[in-house]
């Protein structure tokens, strides 16, 4: 009998890895090279220059043309939208069978628009909480009744 393999993404924004569990008891597992981190800017670090003028429609006046995105909150839907790719090709693979997500609220948000209707299948269960700072030993604790880890 095939084993069932569940994988748990942990991430946010800028950072995200998954975890491998095989069955009951067997705890959970780093999966080799599916660790991802961008370092985490600000918008004045990502934008550095000065925002455009544009001039009034009405009289002499100029004025800063804010930008359309947030540079932050595009930067960190591109990483979302690389960690779902990745997630959609393993996927194709049968890397696994089942997918936990446990991310913080923005980020578990644009996970869910990057997921392909394939991945969304597999989704078991889905955390609303950050976990992307917590050790690997101390995960079941959150995972607790989800997985038996």
Same mark, same amino acid.
Request: without cysteine; aromatic residues 2%.
């Given at each position: 009998?095939?084993?069932?393999?569940?994988?748990?993404? *942990?991430?946010?924004?800028?950072?995200?890895?998954?975890?491998?569990?095989?069955?009951?008891?067997?705890?959970?597992?780093?999966?080799?090279?599916?660790?991802?981190?961008?370092?985490?800017?600000?918008?004045?670090?990502?934008?550095?220059?000065?925002?455009?003028?544009?001039?009034?429609?009405?009289?002499?006046?100029?004025?800063?043309?804010?930008?359309?995105?947030?540079?932050?909150?595009?930067?960190?839907?591109?990483?979302?939208?690389?960690?779902?790719?990745?997630?959609?090709?393993?996927?194709?693979?049968?890397?696994?069978?089942?997918?936990?997500?446990?991310?913080?609220?923005?980020?578990?948000?644009?996970?869910?628009?990057?997921?392909?209707?394939?991945?969304?299948?597999? *989704?078991?269960?889905?955390?609303?909480?950050?976990?992307?700072?917590?050790?690997?030993?101390?995960?079941?604790?959150?995972?607790?009744?989800?997985?038996?880890?």
């Amino acid at each position: 009998m095939k084993k069932t393999v569940t994988w748990v993404l *942990i991430a946010d924004g800028a950072q995200a890895r998954v975890l491998e569990n095989t069955g009951p008891g067997k705890g959970l597992k780093q999966v080799d090279g599916l660790d991802w981190a961008i370092e985490p800017l600000s918008a004045q670090e990502i934008v550095t220059d000065r925002p455009g003028r544009g001039h009034s429609s009405a009289g002499s006046g100029r004025s800063a043309m804010e930008p359309r995105t947030d540079p932050v909150e595009h930067r960190e839907s591109e990483f979302v939208k690389s960690v779902a790719a990745t997630l959609d090709r393993r996927q194709q693979s049968g890397a696994f069978d089942r997918l936990v997500i446990a991310a913080s609220p923005i980020a578990l948000g644009n996970i869910r628009k990057a997921l392909t209707p394939a991945v969304k299948k597999a *989704i078991v269960a889905e955390l609303n909480k950050d976990l992307t700072n917590t050790p690997t030993a101390q995960l079941d604790q959150h995972l607790d009744g989800i997985i038996a880890a």
